[in-house]
């Protein structure tokens, strides 16, 4: 079992941490009573989608004997603006893979089985949020 704490600092900031005492600030832009000091809360969804993929995809790569070098994630989400909660209902992620001779089709397949199997964070995110993915592969300099 997981534990997060999460305590009040004023206004609509918040620390959290967890067991191992890795911690995150958490706050509101200033039109909404914030200092904007912190990650909005949602976010972290995005960060945590960023992080559990791109662990997925690394791993599998290397399990592939892919040689990475470099790897980057963009990951922008669209929030509805009509109704509450103003949930995301789009993710796009680019995944920017650099490495030397590493194969389009090994990078497509890690992004596969992330998103149908491995990725938790995608998981809970259910067949509400609409999930789109590109990849590049970059050959880095020998």
């Known amino acids: 079992m997981d534990t997060v704490r999460v305590k009040w600092n004023g206004k609509r900031r918040f620390v959290a941490w967890d067991e191992a005492g890795h911690s995150v600030v958490m706050d509101a832009r200033a039109e909404y009573n914030g200092d904007g000091s912190g990650v909005r809360p949602l976010e972290l969804v995005l960060y945590a989608m960023a992080g559990c993929t791109g662990m997925d995809v690394i791993s599998i790569l290397e ?14 989400g669209t929030q509805r603006t009509d109704d509450y909660p103003k949930i995301y209902t789009s993710i796009e992620i680019e995944y920017v893979v ?15 089985l992330s998103e149908e199997k491995y990725c938790s964070v995608r998981g809970m995110l259910g067949p509400d949020v609409e999930v789109s993915t590109r990849f590049r592969v970059l050959e880095a300099d020998r």
């Open 63 to 76: 399990k592939k004997r892919q040689k990475v070098t470099d790897f980057d994630l963009v990951i922008t």
């Open 98 to 112: 650099t490495g030397i001779g590493v194969k389009d089709e090994a990078v497509a397949r890690a992004i596969e």
